[in-house]
């Protein structure tokens, strides 16, 4: 090949480039996350990342295609009509390599810890199960989830492990629970706004509705909204409702104001076997444990 020959096919292949943009994994899985979660934050929680290495692999997405994904509004991010249109097709090439990933998992994926929380407590579990991963690579899964759902999982086989603040008498006889810390919980409503006194509460008949009314000893009164579940709970702060979410978790949300009286409730470790005393599960709630206190 000459010179010039070598030259040109340069040439052809950065033009191509340009027009079929390469596009990585990572950048299409935070994508993703922050399209369901309307939340830099929690997306950096569910994919054990910090939050910058989140925001930096949108902004190269953005760049690479020449779009705007996210608006940012008073109340939180909202995503365009770009973001709309790549949703769906993200998630379908993610499903795909997914599968394909699981196919081709050798013996040595098999004792990967697959762990679920319900998205308000991801801040607590998130820290710990990065730690977990990084240092010790045994962390295979995290998700976030309402807790029927994760209780569910369990049972199905598809989760090893949920990290959910209970009472008692919630957890199934078929699973074994390990108490891992005391948090506490509070009415959260936003300091200004007409639609201040609605409430947003789960479903009824939910795992989160049980925990709430054994808390309180009876339902909210006043004017109610029901929410589909705890994920959207500081979404709906966000738009002048008031919810029940554990001190700290509205930390990033503004013109909030906590109402007491602040409560107590127990997080557990649920899981269908007994937990091993040096297994993944057990030094994962050893790391949960000494994790710092989530409200500031």
Known sequence: MTLEEAIHEFRRAEEAKVHRPSLSTRQLRVFVEIYRNRSVTDAADLLLLSQPTVSR????????????LFDRTTHGIDPTPAAEI??????????????ALQELKGPSDADLLSVGTTPELLMLVAPAARGLMLGESELGHLEASIADDLISALQNHTLDLAVLPALGDQIPDWAHSTPIRAIRVALHQPATGARSEILALPPEGSWE????????????????????????????????????????CADDVTDVEMVDPIR????????????GPDSPAARLIERIRLSGDPAP
């Open 264 to 275: 107590d409730i127990t997080v557990y470790a649920i899981t269908r076997e007994p937990i």
């Open 209 to 248: 509705r049980t925990l709430l009314r054994g808390l309180m000893g009876h339902d909210p009164h006043g004017p109610v909204f029901q929410a589909t579940g705890g994920g959207v709970s500081k979404r709906l702060l966000r738009e002048g409702f008031s919810v029940y979410l554990p001190v700290g």
């Open 57 to 68: 692999a949108l902004k190269a997405l953005e760049e690479r295609l020449d779009v705007t």
């Open 86 to 99: 790549l949703y769906p097709r993200a998630v379908t090439a993610l499903t795909e390599i997914d599968v």
